[in-house]
């Protein structure tokens, strides 16, 4: 099987993600260039899991994957500057940024046309009334 052709990858607590280069500052975490590489293979991706990985950043690839329908990022170490570049999902239908160390909701939240669930639960400095003004159809998930 060609690898552009996987739909779904599951990169749940992940050894694959883990920095092996000792000039990285990151060694032994979640290394976003390792995930880039893997994430550039993969233009036709609708399902990615990458929860429980640390991940502090994301990989500006990762917002270039125009078919993709759920993105699950849950329980890491993102921030809110880690999501610039989200409306570059236009396909994204879940997206799941569960327990992470969010203090406002992306403002690009409001451009992505076919949204319908959003998990906010378990960023305990989330800022509720930073969310944008989304249609009523969206579910938002949030303590």
Not at 73 to 83: E, I, K, M, R, V
Not at 85 to 107: C, I, K, V
Request: charged content about 15%.
């Amino acid at each position: 099987m060609h690898m552009g052709a996987v739909r779904e990858l599951i990169l749940q607590r992940s050894e694959d993600l883990l920095c092996r280069n000792l000039m990285c500052e990151r060694v032994g975490e979640a290394c976003v260039c390792r995930f880039s590489m893997v994430l550039e293979k993969l233009p036709q991706l609708k399902a990615l899991n990458v929860s429980h990985n640390h991940l502090h950043a994301l990989p500006p690839s990762l917002f270039n994957l125009p078919q993709l329908e759920e993105l699950n990022l849950g329980h890491n170490n993102l921030s809110d500057t880690a999501l610039v570049g989200l409306e570059g999902l236009q396909s994204l239908r879940h997206l799941d940024l569960s327990h992470n160390q969010l203090t406002s909701a992306p403002s690009t939240l409001a451009l992505l046309p076919y949204i319908q669930v959003i998990d906010l639960r378990g960023n305990p400095k989330l800022n509720l009334r930073s969310l944008p003004s989304l249609p009523a159809h969206v579910s938002l998930l949030h303590e």
